[in-house]
């Protein structure tokens, strides 16, 4: 079921959004096929974006697309694919099973962790976050409370993209969660561009609402904000406690060298 497509404006900005992150989700999705690391990463020297992701990427591109031209029903693929990927690799983490979809799609060997081709649980997070946007988004008949649920949602993808992609430049873990995997840099960038996209989405269905003022920017913005100063505390006190770690493990260093050195500076 098609819908009056939406105004220019917003168009403009669904339409770079979902480009953006279909092509960030192609390229890295070529790599996988073609075995040409240089393509999954955004360097050397950080972790790829996995093949799980650079599909959900493609689809939710595409599904944005779709929406800036009065496509609802089209949004179905993404949001089905993210909402799978997501809940199943937040279920391998919350219940520590393997379920044999990391590498349903391409074996990872650039990935050094205990879980090659897994999606890090905040990515995972926010694949769900889109899922559930954009489900939202393809419903033929959106109740009123519609677009400020999309808004919201869109607005703490594009937080946690954003603290990840701040905490790369800055040095600063806020990309990751405990010890499991992180965040992509290359995927903290496509996930700005989702939630960009699904907010612009969410401004589309306020503007078929009878209120002169949608109630939902500033909710969203609260939402965003959190998101962002969680991050960054969470951050924070990983960065303290490394600290805290390196200055004890020196400290165990130079108690156990002491008694010899001492013992030897005797007998000198």
């Known amino acids: ?4 497509p939406p105004t220019l404006d917003l168009r403009a900005l669904l339409i770079p959004a979902g480009g953006a992150s279909i092509i ?20 050397p020297s950080f972790n790829p974006m ?12 595409l599904a944005l697309i779709s929406l800036a031209g009065g496509r609802r029903r089209s949004a179905l693929p993404g949001a089905a694919w993210s909402l799978i990927s997501g809940v199943l690799t937040l ?3 919350g219940l520590s099973i393997e379920l044999g979809f990391d590498q349903m799609l391409a074996i990872d060997r650039i990935t050094q962790s205990a879980h090659p ?4 649980p ?12 954009l489900w939202c988004a393809s419903r033929p008949r959106p109740s009123r409370n519609t677009a400020t649920i999309i808004g919201v949602l869109g607005a703490v993808v594009m937080a946690f993209g954003t603290a990840s992609f701040l905490g790369y430049l800055a040095g600063y873990p806020t990309y990751t969660w405990g010890q499991w995997t992180q965040m992509a840099a290359n995927t ?4 700005v561009m989702l939630g960009l996209g699904v907010v612009a989405v969410a401004s589309l269905g306020a503007r078929g609402d009878s209120e002169l003022l949608p109630r939902w920017p500033p909710i969203a913005t609260v939402c965003a904000g959190l998101t962002v100063t969680l ?3 969470y951050g924070f006190v990983r960065d303290v406690e490394s600290e805290l770690d390196h200055v004890f493990s020196l400290r165990m260093q130079l108690g156990k060298s002491f008694p010899t050195s001492a013992v030897l500076a005797f007998f000198s």
Request: include cysteine; hydrophobic fraction near 55%; proline fraction near 2%.
């Open 117 to 120: 081709g897994r999606l890090a």
């Open 188 to 191: 903290s960038i496509g996930f």
């Open 231 to 233: 991050s960054f505390a």
């Open 50 to 61: 996995v093949a799980n992701a650079a599909v959900g990427f493609v689809l939710d591109g």
């Open 91 to 93: 279920l391998e983490y």
């Open 24 to 43: 960030l989700g192609a390229l890295a999705l070529t790599g996988w096929v073609f075995h040409m690391p240089g393509l999954t990463r955004a360097g």
């Open 1 to 4: 079921m098609s819908q009056k």
């Open 122 to 133: 905040n990515t995972a997070l926010c694949f769900v976050l889109c899922g559930l946007a």
